[in-house]
């Protein structure tokens, strides 16, 4: 008997997981979001798929159901898509409310995940690198910053195979196995270990006024503190804007108030 099935290739995966990674955050609209690349990167795997002109549209109809996630991860989300579309094709009984209910279901939970790990820490760590770099003159900080881009799509291409080749199932067993809280808090605390290195050595803080003293060397108010606590002041001031943002996170309102109290201190010959 001949085997009708229609699997897809590695070419027809990676041209799709290509397309995905390109696209995947134009065309958005505040309609579908992510919708119209999320189905436009998968219409290829769609063509090869289904023989018909009505199923095709149906399985396009599909994909253009609303769709917002975190790109890097959602590449999870659309490996299983994939997945689930070549198993229907091929004639496994897969309501088409299962595949939308997938992907609408997921794209929360990996959005969280996504926006912490790549924006939250992979995109702070490698930025304060190559700005650390650049304020240092080094030309290699240019690459320190090309670095992201590259992590980005090490990591999505990896997910999407994952995706695709655990199945329907993949991403709920990734998430309830615990691997990626735990990298989660492992990514956070070498972020913040990161920004406290960072923070203590361009946060800069010192008190320039002197203390005069009859028949005796002024009191350097600096050199005092410096002696009970170094970096007392810069340590204080990075508490107080993390304590701040915790409560508003209004950035333009720190960036503000830092720069007129910088201000104010320099010209009373405080700072």
């Known amino acids: 008997m001949e085997n009708t099935e229609t699997k897809l290739t590695k070419k027809d995966l990676r041209k799709t997981f290509f397309r995905y990674y390109t696209f995947c955050e134009l065309g958005s609209n505040y309609e579908r979001m992510q919708a119209v690349p999320f189905a436009a990167s998968i219409s290829y795997c769609l063509e090869k798929l289904y023989k018909t002109k009505k199923d095709r549209l149906d399985a396009m109809h599909r994909q253009l159901q609303f769709f917002n996630t975190e790109g890097t991860f959602g590449s999870m989300i659309m490996g299983a898509t994939v997945s689930m579309e070549e198993q229907k094709a091929n004639g496994m009984p897969i309501p088409s409310e299962t595949i939308t209910g997938l992907k609408t ?6 959005a969280g995940i996504g926006d912490t790990l790549i924006w939250g820490t992979f995109k702070t760590i490698i930025g304060s690198l190559a700005v650390t770099l650049a304020l240092q003159g080094n030309y290699l900080s240019s690459l320190i910053e090309m670095l992201f881009p590259i992590v980005t799509y090490v990591i ?11 199945g329907t199932k993949s991403i709920k067993d990734i998430m309830k196995g615990g691997l990626l809280n735990q990298l989660i808090d492992a990514s956070s605390a070498m972020g913040l270990f990161m920004m406290g290195a960072l923070s203590s050595s361009y946060v800069t803080f010192k008190l320039i006024t002197k203390i005069k003293m009859p028949h005796s060397d002024p009191i350097v108010l600096q050199k005092v503190l410096d002696d009970i606590v170094p970096g007392l002041l810069p340590l204080l001031t990075i508490f107080a804007i993390y304590f701040y943002l915790k409560k508003k996170q209004n950035y333009i309102a720190v960036v503000l108030a830092v720069l007129v109290l910088s201000l104010i201190g320099a010209y009373f010959g405080i700072l």
Do not use: I, Q, R
């Open 105 to 110: 279901g997921l794209m929360g939970p990996v």
């Open 156 to 166: 999505a291409y990896n997910l999407f195979f994952s995706g695709y080749n655990l």
